[in-house]
């Protein structure tokens, strides 16, 4: 490093790293701890921004020990399914600036290109009039996203239905199915359901739960939702629509997309600042917002 005096310092992978004056195997703690340090003094004397590569386990976190997460200055991961062109470089940690912070890229065959439109590259080919798709939009650090949510129910012949999600955690869904059927009246359990995010995107957040108790609900009665709705909200295990944060971040990001509609929590509505453009319909109850779908 000292006699070619890179711009940018790459080391893939960190995990692999091995100094002689330790006495351990290539990925121990001591081993990492004393590679990282070294090179971490080395960015700083020289003023070279120095990349370290670590290879992830199938949860998703760090390889080895995560004393390397403790010593360096951000953490970044690259996430993305293998099916999709999308790439998501999202900011864990960062001592100098915010975090959860995302980068949309789109992986070409001339390598990454920077996705300036998201949203409007993830509803881009969403289908007019079709039971079961609504959108949703999402947070992402502090960038609004949005993104379309599809539902399919359809009969189960086996003694255990199906219950399939994709982008949404499972026990969510399991959660959101028992809501419904308490609260709305249907019967869900013999019935096969699919949630799909589209696009390959990971929801996290509760605001996305008021939309995939719609996206169920319509593709059960077949009953699609209008296309220029969007959806909105957390749902408590009695049925109510709970607020969530940043709503007037979404509602604008959901005009500048051309929206016209959009259902909302009640609580805090009369708060929020909007486009006259766009029609709020504020609900306080999932039957109440299942009722305006038709």
Do not use: W
């Not at 120095?50 to 080895?64: D, F, M, N, Y």
């Not at 969403?126 to 939009?137: F, I, M, T």
């Not at 909200?233 to 509602?251: D, Q």
């Not at 009640?266 to 029609?279: N, Q």
């Amino acid at each position: 490093v000292e006699e070619q005096g890179p711009s940018v310092l790459a080391v893939d992978s960190v995990q692999t790293l091995f100094c002689g004056e330790i006495l351990s195997a290539p990925g121990s703690v001591s081993q990492v701890r004393e590679a990282t340090a070294r090179l971490m003094q080395l960015a700083k004397s020289k003023g070279v921004p120095t990349i370290l590569v670590g290879h992830v386990t199938k949860e998703g976190a760090i390889a080895g020990p995560r004393v390397l997460e403790h010593l360096v200055d951000t953490v970044l991961y690259f996430e993305g399914d293998r099916s999709h062109t999308f790439r998501l470089l999202r900011t864990v940690k960062n001592r100098y600036g915010p975090t959860h912070e995302i980068g949309v890229f789109e992986m070409t065959e001339v390598g990454l290109k920077q996705v300036p439109n998201p949203s409007e590259v993830f509803l881009s080919q969403r289908p007019k009039a079709v039971p079961g798709s609504v959108v949703v939009p999402c947070m992402e650090g502090t960038r609004p996203i949005l993104v379309e949510i599809q539902a399919l129910v359809s009969p189960s012949h086996l003694s255990m239905p199906r219950r399939t999600s994709t982008g949404i955690d499972s026990n969510r869904l399991a959660l959101l199915i028992a809501v419904a059927e308490r609260h709305l009246g249907v019967a869900l359990y013999d019935r096969d359901i699919f949630i799909n995010v589209a696009g390959g995107l990971k929801i996290s957040e509760p605001a996305s739960e008021l939309a995939v108790i719609m996206a169920m609900i319509s593709s059960l009665r077949d009953v699609p939702l209008d296309l220029d709705t969007a959806v909105f909200g957390e749902v408590g295990l009695t049925g109510e629509v709970r607020a969530v944060g940043r709503a007037e971040l979404r509602l604008n990001e959901a005009v500048r997309l051309g929206l016209k509609r959009c259902i909302i929590p009640r609580a805090g509505s009369d708060r929020i600042k909007f486009s006259d453009g766009l029609e709020i319909l504020a609900v306080g109850r999932i039957d109440e917002a299942v009722a305006a779908m038709s």
